[in-house]
């Protein structure tokens, strides 16, 4: 093929020719990892203020043979766009309720929270499969606490709060990942049957300077707390990773506590170990 325009060479440059054979390979690794059982969960302790372990995010892990460990960065976004985001969306649901119901017999009593993609919520079954995982794994609704984005409820709202409603009906906890970085409108979020915000990593990053950007996200943040609050709503802060961070979200008034500062995403077995010592103290 001859190459006219600007347009036309960047099409046929090797460049983008590499791109695209790196992401078809990608793409075809993907499609089998949950059969050759390459995909895996990794738990972030949630603490209460007073350092008291209250749950636990799942975050997915995928190890391939050759490519390595593939961030969930990378992943993820490809999985949606291929559609395969739903079955790898079921397994982890069901994985870390079996977990978490393991954990619970065991002694530790804590809540699990699963991220959600919009492509899930969009099954008008995605409540059975919800329901179907609990039931299976014997953990009482409260226990879970799905994770949800803004861009996931701009984008079907109907469908969307039909699904969330049913889903706040049966007992399970609603939370607003991210939150922040969306653009949808407050008062349409806080319509939504949720329990909770996240508050998005890049905000509690810019608390422990002392510039005017740093005393403007102090007042937003503090600002969403407190209306948080007022709403009955809790506020997890994500992404602590220093004490002055830790120490600003605290006076902020935020309820929960989530980053690298308290401990890393976990494999199980790291995660029992890492519990057992902090409970001792
Ligand atoms: P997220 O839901 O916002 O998860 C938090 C991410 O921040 C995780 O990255 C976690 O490892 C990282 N993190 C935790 N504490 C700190 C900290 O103190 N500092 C910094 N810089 N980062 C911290 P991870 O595990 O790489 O996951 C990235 C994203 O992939 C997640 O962001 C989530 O959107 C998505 N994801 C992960 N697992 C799943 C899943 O099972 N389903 C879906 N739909 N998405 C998932
Ligand atoms: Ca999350
Ligand atoms: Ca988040
Ligand atoms: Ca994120």
């Known amino acids: 093929v001859k190459a006219h325009g600007k347009h036309d060479v960047q099409l046929f440059s090797p460049d983008l020719d590499a791109h695209r054979r790196a992401r ?11 059969d050759r059982n390459e995909v ?23 190890k391939h043979l050759e490519l390595g460990e593939v961030s969930p960065e990378r992943f993820i976004p490809v999985a949606e ?13 069901r994985e870390a309720c079996r977990q978490a119901a393991e954990w619970r017999l065991q002694g530790l009593t804590l809540r699990i929270a699963v991220n959600v ?23 009482p609704a409260e226990a879970l606490e799905l994770e949800i984005t803004e861009r996931l409820v701009v984008q079907d709202g109907a469908q969307t709060a039909g699904v969330l409603e049913t889903l706040g009906r049966q007992g399970v ?39 005017n950007s740093e ?35 605290h006076d902020l008034g935020c309820d929960y506590l989530q980053g690298y500062l308290l401990a890393p995403p976990l494999t199980p077995s790291d995660f029992e170990s890492w519990w057992r010592a902090h409970e001792v103290q």
């Open 24 to 34: 078809q390979g990608l793409e075809c690794a993907l499609r089998g990892a949950l």
């Open 40 to 62: 895996s969960l990794r738990y972030q302790p949630l603490c209460d203020l007073a350092g008291k372990v209250v749950g636990a995010e799942a975050l997915m892990r995928w």
């Open 81 to 93: 766009d291929l559609g395969l985001i739903v079955p790898f969306g079921e397994w982890v649901l």
């Open 117 to 139: 993609s919009p492509a899930q919520l969009a099954c008008a079954d995605f409540p059975d499969q919800v329901w179907a995982a609990l039931a299976r794994a014997q953990l």
């Open 173 to 211: 906890r609603i939370v607003i990942d991210d939150f922040g970085v969306g653009h949808s409108a407050l008062a349409y979020l806080l319509r939504l049957p949720i329990t909770g915000l996240k508050i998005d990593r890049s905000f509690v990053q810019q608390l422990q300077g002392r510039g």
């Open 215 to 249: 005393q403007g996200t102090e007042r937003v943040v503090q600002a969403v707390t407190s209306l948080a609050h007022s709403l009955g709503l809790s506020v997890v802060a994500e992404g602590i990773e220093t004490v002055s961070q830790r120490q600003r979200v």
